[in-house]
């Protein structure tokens, strides 16, 4: 590292996040707190670094600025007050040290560090269901940091104490932060100790030349009952004690340490800390700050009270630098990492690998027609199947065709034209095709263009244009004559016009020759997608082959052995900080009004937005002073721990960001389709939109392709194989439903 890092420390108290750091490298730019006794701490420890002495929710961004005489800080490290948290404490939501954490979010959102370390108690996890850690980690995010949290235990880093602490580190970078493994040994000044006794052995006589050994006098009374309790143990119960002596034991009050073990936590407190190994007398601060691994000439400053509590609400110096040392590599490792792992890293995500795509090769030839961004082309293509030629209509399809597939052939046109039906033919001429797949656009099948004819009675869906390209495409089918037929489309198609439509596709199959055929409705979150998107898919073939059905691998309510839905927090996290706009293509944030902004800042993660719970000035658009509709997918946010719902094409129907208050960008929406970060979608920003969301998912796209291969290469026939190999145990059911139909 050629330079050292700049941090701020705040809710410093006795020092021990600072101690760590310093050991480790770090440079400090100012502390802050608001105990008197803290801040005169910091001065007799570190005169030249300055201190603000203020309550945090009163700390302005500016005032540390001034401070540090500008010096932008790298790293702001701190843990909010955690008696609100504690297993101690009265455990209040509204307990004012518990709201703390909003001044810490904002003052790293104003002051924007590459890193920050935040530290608090392990119930601060769990408490009040988590909703205190989830706003405060949505908090960190929405300022555009990856967030990583651990729980780590002190006695597992050479500090002689079972102090468990929850860390929560975030970063701009995209890159992954690893944790410090446990280890043993000291780091640089700070010492490590394998117990107690290793601690503070030398510290048991009354020895004025260490500071802060101040021993508390106890009453005869207490002593009495120190004299009971043997090493290791407790205060034995009410009832065995002499009656001049008799009380209950609580905390750590009445219990003695062992030499041969690692202590307990230390808590703050006067009479807080447990009894010596050996002597009967409680822990004085010196010794409880051994146990800490602060260094012995960092002195406390206050009463022997205060100086317990400064002592026991520190983190250990030793655990502090050994994250310091890994945040220290992540740093480094920021400067090596290229663009190029970027990528292969965020590829790994999405499971499709368009380098292994491209460089498969097989006899195994396709057509893809309306072929849109070509989320069919690169699934089939990473099975091992070879795209002949693809097709569409769309000019912007087209350029992003050219951009990403230049040695693929492409027309650009309607397919019902009668010249681009010659061309087409010219091109095929005299190549064999074994597969033709497609998704004729949806519109005339869908739920929302069924809405348009609700109350049309003459509306016939054989007649409607829209749906016409069906027709076409069977028209291609029976020119070009494949082995194999892939058709996908809505979930809408089947019952449209009391499924009229069905059976024109069954007895065109029929007719062409195509008698093995079968469909379904697909859920893509059961193959690994991270949105749940139904789509109607249908597989036929004129060899005798097998239907094969690729097996769902993922669910929703997993058993043991099973994997659960991917989430969209999986696939778009390393996407939220700004830094990542000039790393990946069509990810430029949609500029959106205050007034939009704001209204974002009301929807919930994972809910839509009630329009009558917004305060009135934004119930009414700004420019229409109509009151404002929300929309199925408008107005809606997704949820990190959950897949998308449905992407619909267009440019303001993507959903919102799970913590930013902004819609998802062409390229987040491509993560939760699975395209992999090299395809470029050409064209405006709408055009990105409608490009990504009428797209195929890519993944579930290679799971249909590799099975037909499978089933093509292990020649799986219904006279070769039973029943119950042809077909998974999960869709046993299905086939014994559908043969009892057909009886």
Request: proline share 5%; hydrophobic share 35%.
């Amino acid at each position: 590292m050629t330079k050292k890092l700049n941090f701020i420390s705040l809710f410093s108290g006795g020092g021990g996040f600072q101690i760590g750091f310093e050991n480790a490298g770090y440079n400090c730019l100012l502390s802050s707190d608001i105990d008197a006794d803290a801040e005169k701490t910091h001065h007799k420890n570190y005169p030249n670094i300055p201190f603000i002495k203020k309550d945090i929710r009163q700390l302005d961004y500016k005032e540390i600025l001034k401070a540090t005489k500008n010096i932008k800080p790298d790293l702001i490290i701190g843990g909010p007050p955690c008696q609100g948290f504690s297993a101690m404490g009265d455990k209040i939501s509204s307990d004012p040290r518990n709201e703390l954490f909003n001044s810490y979010i904002k003052l790293v959102r104003d002051l924007s560090p590459e890193f920050f370390l935040f530290e608090n108690v392990k119930g601060f996890k769990t408490m009040y269901e988590g909703r205190f850690f989830e706003k405060t980690v949505n908090g960190f995010a929405s300022c555009g940091y990856n967030i990583h949290f651990k729980i780590l235990k002190s006695s597992e880093f050479g500090v002689p104490q079972i102090r468990e602490r929850v860390f929560i580190f975030g970063t701009k970078s995209d890159k992954n932060f690893q944790f410090p493994k446990s280890s043993i040994g000291g780091v640089g000044k700070l010492k490590s100790f394998k117990n107690v006794g290793e601690a503070i052995n030398d510290l048991s006589k009354k020895d004025t030349s260490f500071s802060n050994h101040i021993i508390l006098n106890h009453s005869e009374t207490v002593v009495s009952r120190y004299k009971l309790i043997p090493e290791g143990g407790k205060l034995p119960s009410p009832e065995k004690l002499p009656k001049e002596i008799r009380r209950s034991n609580f905390g750590s009050t009445y219990e003695r340490l062992d030499r041969k073990k690692v202590s307990k936590t230390l808590v703050p407190g006067n009479n807080a800390f447990p009894i010596h190994p050996t002597l009967n007398r409680s822990l004085t601060p010196r010794e409880a700050a051994r146990i800490q691994t602060f260094p012995d000439n960092h002195i406390f400053e206050g009463t022997r009270r205060k100086q317990c509590i400064l002592v026991g609400n520190a983190v250990p110096p030793l655990l502090a630098s050994k994250i310091a040392n890994e945040i220290t590599k992540h740093s480094k490792d920021l400067h090596k990492e290229s663009l190029n792992l970027i990528l292969e890293k965020n590829n790994s995500l999405n499971v499709i690998n368009f380098a292994k795509a491209k460089s498969k090769k097989t006899n195994f030839n396709f057509v893809d027609f309306f072929s849109g961004a070509g989320g069919i082309s690169i699934g089939l293509k990473n099975a091992g199947m070879n795209c002949v030629l693809a097709s569409d209509f769309d000019k912007n399809v087209r350029l992003t065709h050219l951009k990403n597939f230049p040695n693929i052939n492409f027309v650009h046109g309607d397919v019902r034209n009668k010249n681009i039906k010659n061309e087409i033919f010219n091109q095929l001429d005299g190549k064999k095709i074994d597969l033709v797949v497609g998704g004729p656009p949806c519109q005339g099948f869908s739920i929302f263009g069924k809405r348009r004819f609700k109350n049309t009675k003459k509306y016939n869906p054989l007649d409607d244009d829209r749906n016409d390209l069906v027709k076409t495409y069977f028209e291609y089918i029976e020119k070009i004559k494949p082995q194999w037929i892939i058709m996908e489309n809505v979930n809408g198609i089947l019952n449209l016009g009391g499924g009229i439509y069905i059976d024109f596709i069954k007895k065109k199959l029929k007719k062409l020759n195509y008698k093995n055929f079968d469909y379904r409705i697909v859920n893509t979150a059961d193959y690994g997608v991270p949105q749940k998107r139904k789509r109607f898919i249908l597989i036929a073939n004129n060899t005798g082959h097998i239907i094969p059905w690729p097996k769902p691998k993922y669910f929703l309510e997993p058993k043991e052995w099973q994997l659960p839905y991917r989430t969209v927090g999986e696939a778009i996290s390393d996407l939220a900080n700004k830094a990542s706009q000039k790393h990946f293509s069509n990810h430029e944030p949609m500029k959106h009004s205050e007034d939009i902004t704001e209204r974002y800042s009301y929807v919930e993660e994972g809910k839509k937005m009630e329009v009558n719970k917004l305060p009135k000035k934004l119930q009414y658009a700004k420019y229409t002073g109509k009151k404002i509709k929300n929309f199925s997918h408008v107005y809606r946010r997704l949820h990190r721990n959950e897949p998308s719902i449905t992407l619909v094409p267009g440019h303001n129907a993507f959903p919102i960001h799970p913590w930013l208050n902004r819609l998802i960008t062409a390229r987040e929406a491509a993560r939760l389709q699975t395209f992999p970060d090299e395809i470029e979608f050409v064209g405006s920003s709408k055009d990105q939109c409608i490009q990504v969301g009428n797209a195929f998912p890519c993944l579930v796209a290679q799971r249909i392709g590799e099975t037909i291969l499978k089933t093509i290469s292990n020649n799986w026939k219904p006279d070769t194989k039973s029943k119950l190999a042809d077909y998974s145990i999960l869709d046993k059911k299905y086939y014994e439903q559908k043969e009892q139909k057909s009886n």
